[in-house]
């Protein structure tokens, strides 16, 4: 009996993990209109790349469903750090280190930068 109660609570918990990653990874994200490109650059096997690479199986399919008409680049290059670009209207471009991050520290970066209607520091 003890261990089908124990049984039963790690069931529990498994559905309702699934559920919470399933709700994060349709979370709908819609881009400001002055966000005109978002590039993503990444390494292809490093391991400081790894969340960025997550966050592209688990989180591209639905970001670029909710913005179809702006243009998500990935560019994989050999041994460089993951970075997040962001263009704006007039040029504007801003950018986040991604080094280290997880897929969902890299959600965040990208709603960082894309819910904004223009970033107040600017790269150009």
């Known amino acids: 009996m003890i261990f089908a109660c124990e049984d039963k609570k790690k069931t529990s ?5 699934q559920r919470v990653l399933l709700e994060i990874m349709s979370r709908a994200l819609r881009f400001a209109p002055a966000v005109k ?29 909710q913005n179809p008409s702006t243009p998500i680049l990935i560019r994989e290059c050999s041994n460089i750090n993951p970075t997040l670009w962001t263009r ?14 997880n897929a969902e520290q890299v959600f965040s970066a990208v709603e960082n930068l894309t819910t904004k209607t223009v970033p107040a520091t600017s790269n150009r």
């Open 13 to 17: 918990k498994r559905a309702t993990f």
């Open 37 to 65: 490109e978002l590039r993503l650059h990444l390494c292809q096997k490093s391991t400081t790349s790894e969340g960025a690479r997550q966050f592209i199986d688990k989180f591209y399919v639905n970001l670029k469903k």
């Open 88 to 101: 704006y209207d007039y040029g504007i471009e801003k950018q986040i280190p991604l080094t280290g991050m």
